[in-house]
């Protein structure tokens, strides 16, 4: 059988995000109650980085032990990969020593290329287009807070990245709307998005536009990595649109701040709200954690029914 993957947020239906929100929900609890579950023992999951990280790897480092397997980390400076082996080689031997494989690398090519010579499951760990990791555990985290997302308005401040892309991504496939309000020369680009162009998305010049009556209201750095050149001159163009408090009163009152962190406080958000009231970005951040021991399980093992 081929191995199904995880490269963007489009490859999996609603429905396998429900089994997985409901798998998310039992794996968080039994880990709450030091109850082990250990479906994986002698499986091993490789993490392969050519980007820094802390929680991307520490959640699924710490899950892959959780659930009674190993995980091994690669970096491109330590492995041949930065010595120029080509990936599908890689792929050939990784997967025969192995039996998931996340990847966080610049182009989304990479990871395909990966994937395509990968006999186990390839999950994409973040890419310049791409971060379907981050947007599982903040849709959980999202219903968690709020219940169902079908519907809502989601607003998204700042720069049309590899989050935002997969959270227009989400819409798509959840059917709510995003609020998109970045700088002039960084709007979204639909082809690169990966949009099948249901109309889920709206543009606005005016971040306080974006925001009004948002449910959840989201933001990113500024710069993402791979991008560092072009820091100073993002500095300036992005300057108004910083997330603050003024912001998150034009959204609902019961509206949630999220951040798929690092954040950069008095940046692309204050401190004020990073650290306020209507912030859930440290629920967020664990949610990773819970959401990708599901990811796991369901690509290695299956649907589990409880
Ligand atoms: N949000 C996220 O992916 O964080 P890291 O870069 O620390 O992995
Ligand atoms: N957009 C950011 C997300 C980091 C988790 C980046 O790609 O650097």
Do not use: C
């Given at each position: 059988m081929k191995a199904r993957h995880f490269l963007q947020f489009k490859d999996f239906s609603r429905e396998e995000y429900e089994h997985l929100f409901a798998r998310t929900r039992w794996i968080k609890e039994q880990f709450k109650s030091y109850?082990?579950?250990?479906?994986?023992?002698?499986?091993?999951?490789v993490m392969i980085f050519e980007k820094q990280s802390t929680r991307t790897r520490l959640?699924?480092?710490a899950g892959m032990h959780q659930?009674?397997?190993?995980?091994?980390?690669?970096?491109?400076?330590?492995?041949?990969?930065?010595?120029?082996?080509p990936v599908e080689d890689a792929a050939q031997v990784i997967s025969r020593m192995s039996d998931i494989v996340m990847i966080r690398t610049f182009e989304q090519e990479i990871?395909?290329?990966?994937?395509r010579h990968s006999r186990v499951p390839v999950i994409n760990g973040l890419t310049n287009e791409y971060h379907p990791c981050q947007i599982l555990g903040d849709?959980?985290?999202?219903?968690e807070q709020r219940g169902p997302i079908r519907g809502k308005t989601v607003a998204w401040i700042g720069d049309s990245n590899n989050v935002c892309n997969t959270w227009l991504q989400a819409a798509e496939l959840f059917d709510f709307n995003v609020h998109v309000s970045t700088p002039p020369g960084y709007e979204v680009e639909p082809e690169r998005a990966?949009?099948?162009?249901t109309g889920h998305y709206e543009e606005f010049s005016d971040p306080m536009q974006a925001a009004r009556d948002a449910d959840l209201v989201t933001t990113d750095v500024w710069t993402s990595?791979?991008?560092?050149?072009?820091?100073?001159?993002?500095?300036?163009?992005?300057e108004d649109w910083q997330v603050d408090a003024e912001m998150m009163k034009a959204a609902k009152k019961e509206a949630v701040f999220m951040h798929c962190l690092p954040a950069h406080r008095g940046e692309e958000v204050t401190a004020e709200v990073m650290d306020g009231p209507q912030s859930v970005v440290w629920d967020e951040a664990e949610n990773r954690l819970h959401a990708q021991k599901a990811l796991i399980e369901f690509l290695l093992l299956g649907r589990i029914e409880q």
């Open positions: 109850r082990q579950y250990w479906p994986l023992i002698d499986r091993t999951l959640s699924f480092e659930l009674g397997g190993t995980a091994i980390y690669l970096n491109t400076r330590d492995s041949q990969l930065g010595r120029g082996e990871v395909e290329r990966f994937a849709i959980y985290t999202f219903i990966g949009l099948y162009g990595m791979g991008f560092e050149a072009e820091n100073e001159e993002r500095k300036r163009d992005f």
